[in-house]
């Protein structure tokens, strides 16, 4: 197979852009959902958790989906993992149980859980080197193009009804015949199924996971709350509310097209440092600009640095991984990836009990900044050490 062929970097790329379809594609629904199912108690925490309950599924599937996939091959699962997540994803546009959508949404994260371990083991196994680099970069600028198309379709599909958007999960049936043409099993897993099973990663990818989860708790309070911090200020076509969430994601585009020609300039533990000083500055924007320009500019600032800590993870941890649990550390990768997101509601949303929203994203941006200086510490202080180039 000629993994530089179109025909496979393309299908990569789009079984990849239904991870963050998965997420943000009914973020401008939120508030007519919670409109919809006033009458339940509790119905705005219920209508928001619909937004990251798949997180918590695909946080608890990637894991497992990682070791099956290493011991029995990245494809068995792919195409089951397609069909059932357009039956999940669009069943929200069907149901009017609030509890079902919820099971749909579950479903989606399990979907989820496979379909991107399976895509990012994939890049691993096809790229080397600098090749591997500059596709992980090209991963994460498609899946936020789609993101863009995505969200910015929810949000105007929303303003006919916050039903509509969930037709987008149909998407995946279009993908499903190119991954039976074009995508193989890597030689390399027929080739280090014999080697020796005790091997492990260096511990430093511990950090890896840790940090991934901290910076989608901090970053997933956007598609979560800025829907409801937008209508506060007075904006209330949800096609604003949707461009605003798509402006991020369409930065996020530049600085991952750009990430290779960084990394090669400076260490990981730099470029997350940059990642996180941007996320705090744009929610300083967010914080004291109280107008939807500023918004947008935290927005912007915001999608910088998410575009480049995201292939900074996945490819550090492509680095580390041995290739005989190299889809098993990526499961665990996307593990804690989505229990970011799942937990980010959860920790953070209850301090709108005590403090306003623009206080809220104040003290995110210091949080944030003392990370972003403890990364610069850390990488200036670790130059020589294995694994952390």
């Known amino acids: 197979m000629n993994t530089e ?18 997420m943000i594609t009914i973020s401008a629904s939120l508030p007519d959902m919670t409109k919809a199912f006033s009458t339940l108690p509790n119905a705005e925490n219920m209508v928001k958790l619909t937004l990251s309950f798949p997180a918590l599924f695909i946080a608890l599937t990637a894991i497992i989906a990682g070791k099956f996939i290493d011991k029995f091959g990245r494809l068995r699962l792919l195409g089951a993992a397609l069909i059932l997540y357009a039956i999940a994803g669009s069943s929200g546009y069907w149901l009017d149980n609030i509890y079902l959508i919820l099971a749909g949404r579950a479903l989606l994260g399990i979907c989820v859980g496979i379909t991107m371990t399976i895509a990012t083991t994939l890049i ?10 500059k596709f992980a ?3 994460i600028a498609v899946m936020s193009l789609g993101g863009i198309m995505f969200v910015t379709l929810g949000g105007v599909l929303a303003d006919i009804s916050w039903r509509v958007p969930f037709l987008l999960y149909l998407f995946p049936l279009i993908i499903f015949p190119m991954t039976r043409l074009f995508l193989k099993e890597p030689k390399i897993l ?56 798509a402006s991020s994601t369409l930065f996020s585009v530049i600085s991952s097209l750009s990430f290779s020609r960084i990394k090669d300039r400076l260490s990981f ?3 997350f440092g940059i990642g996180y ?58 593990t804690f990836w989505f229990m970011g997101q799942f937990l980010s509601p959860i920790i953070l949303l209850p301090f709108l009990n005590i403090i306003s929203q623009s206080q809220l994203f104040s003290i995110l941006a210091y949080v944030i900044l003392g990370l972003s200086i403890g990364f610069f510490l850390y990488g200036f202080l670790n130059k020589k050490r294995p694994g952390g180039a």
């Open 269 to 271: 533990q730099q470029v």
């Open 5 to 22: 062929s179109w025909q496979v970097k393309v299908t990569l790329l789009l079984v990849s852009s239904l991870t963050i379809m998965s």
């Open 277 to 334: 000083l941007l996320m705090a500055l744009a929610y300083a924007s967010i914080s004291y600009g109280g107008s939807f320009g500023m918004v947008m500019i935290g927005m912007l600032l915001a999608g910088l640095g998410m575009g480049l800590m995201i292939p900074n993870a996945n490819v550090w941890v492509m680095q580390l991984a041995p290739e005989q649990i190299r889809g098993q550390e990526i499961g665990r990768l996307t």
């Open 137 to 139: 970069g090209l991963q």
């Open 190 to 245: 027929h080739t280090s199924k014999n080697k020796d099973t005790s091997v492990k990663s260096p511990k430093i990818i511990w950090l890896v996971f840790i940090n991934v989860m901290i910076m989608w708790i901090l970053f997933f309070i956007i598609p979560v709350q800025i829907p409801f911090y937008l209508k506060s200020i007075g904006i209330e076509k949800n096609t604003l509310i949707g461009i605003a969430i």
């Open 124 to 133: 691993a196994d096809y790229y080397q080197g600098k090749s591997r680099q």
